[in-house]
């Protein structure tokens, strides 16, 4: 093999690394589901989709990973699924300022 063809095998080995992982990343992200109120946890977190309670829901939580703004978020609590930003469970913890 030459230097050459050894290089471009290199870089396109990379390169089919880096985008088979971020492609996994991008559809586990994908894959994530709603969280439905009769699912078994959220029951017994008493999780709703709209926070009754001034000032506590999903998006001033410390347990709601990701950034501030999408509808739907990851949650610490509920792993693999994705709760409502205005929503509420018995876990709200305030975010640390």
């Known amino acids: 093999?030459?230097?050459l063809n050894r290089r471009t095998f290199f870089k396109i080995s990379a390169?089919?690394?880096?985008?088979?992982?971020a492609?996994?990343?991008s559809l586990s992200a994908l894959a994530a589901e709603q969280l439905k109120l009769d699912d078994p946890l959220a029951a017994a977190m008493?999780?709703?989709h709209k926070s009754e309670i001034a000032d506590q829901n999903c998006n001033n939580?410390?347990?709601v990973q990701g950034e501030a703004g999408p509808e739907w978020r990851p949650c610490a609590i509920f792993p693999g699924k994705l709760?409502?930003?205005e929503g509420w469970c018995a876990?709200?913890?305030k975010k640390a300022a």
């Open 46 to 48: 008493r999780y709703s």
């Open 15 to 21: 390169g089919t690394i880096i985008g088979v992982t």
């Open 1 to 3: 093999m030459s230097n």
């Open 61 to 63: 939580c410390s347990l």
């Open 91 to 93: 876990a709200w913890a």
């Open 83 to 85: 709760v409502a930003s």
């Open 23 to 25: 492609g996994s990343i």
